[in-house]
T-cell receptor, first 112, second 115 residues
Framework: KQEVTQIPAALSVPEGENLVLNCSFT??????LQWFRQDPGKGLTSLLL?????REQTSGRLNASLDKSSGRSTLYIAASQPGDSATYLC???????????FGAGTILRVKS | GAVVSQHPSWVICKSGTSVKIECRSL??????MFWYRQFPKQSLMLMAT?????????EQGVEKDKFLINHASLTLSTLTVTSAHPEDSSFYIC???????????FGDGTRLSIL
């Protein structure tokens, strides 16, 4: 059974810092991995999707890496802003691409 | 593009009431829709997967007679929580996916509170 773990559970940083969120998964037979953002009481916004054959994806100040063999992914946020404050969720898609398994998330607070 | 609308966004009702939540894909046809539940400070847990025109596939531990799912068209799926009780209070989120192995697109969720 696939399990996804995210560390840290919560993070508070001053504005402008670069930060790294970590995600690990137990079964390396994945189709892809996604990072989502969730604002309080809201649904999910997809940030980055990395296919199993890829090593990283970038979008603006966000960079996500994937090391499938070791079961790890990181989300790097450069020059953090208060507007980045949210919960960040990592999810892996099973080998058949039909089921997302989520981590518990990292609650990020960027202080101005 | 790829907008998923979920309605209602918030429901408060008495114990024993049945509650229906709608999930619509507004600008694409969703061959597959997914229903998730999220308890406070916990992650999303998949409840069931539904394909248009066929019965939903429920995850282990999810009561299919309690959580009725209908996916009658390529743009609409409904989740009915039957005879809801306080322990059913949660945040329910749907997602929809076009045909093939495409990313899921998520609705904004429904906060269900049973008194």
């Amino acid at each position: 059974k696939q399990e996804v773990t995210q560390i840290p559970a919560a993070l508070s940083v001053p504005e402008g810092e670069n930060l790294v969120l970590n995600c690990s998964f137990t079964d390396s037979a994945i189709y892809n991995l996604q990072w989502f953002r969730q604002d309080p009481g809201k649904g999910l916004t997809s940030l980055l999707l990395i296919q199993s054959s890829q090593r990283e994806q970038t979008s603006g100040r966000l960079n996500a890496s994937l090391d499938k063999s070791s079961g790890r992914s990181t989300l790097y946020i450069a020059a953090s802003q208060p507007g980045d404050s949210a919960t960040y969720l990592c999810a892996v898609n099973a080998w058949d691409g039909n089921k997302l398994v989520f981590g518990a998330g990292t609650i990020l607070r960027v202080k101005s | 593009g790829a907008v998923v609308s979920q309605h209602p966004s918030w429901v408060i009702c008495k114990s024993g009431t049945s509650v229906k939540i709608e999930c619509r894909s507004l600008d694409f046809q969703a061959t597959t829709m997914f229903w998730y539940r999220q308890f406070p400070k916990q992650s999303l847990m998949l409840m069931a997967t539904s394909n248009e025109g066929s019965k939903a596939t429920y995850e282990q531990g999810v009561e299919k007679d309690k959580f009725l799912i209908n996916h009658a068209s390529l743009t609409l799926s409904t989740l009915t929580v039957t005879s809801a009780h306080p322990e059913d209070s949660s945040f329910y989120i749907c997602s929809a996916r076009p045909g093939g192995v495409q990313p899921q697109h998520f609705g904004d969720g429904t906060r269900l509170s049973i008194l």
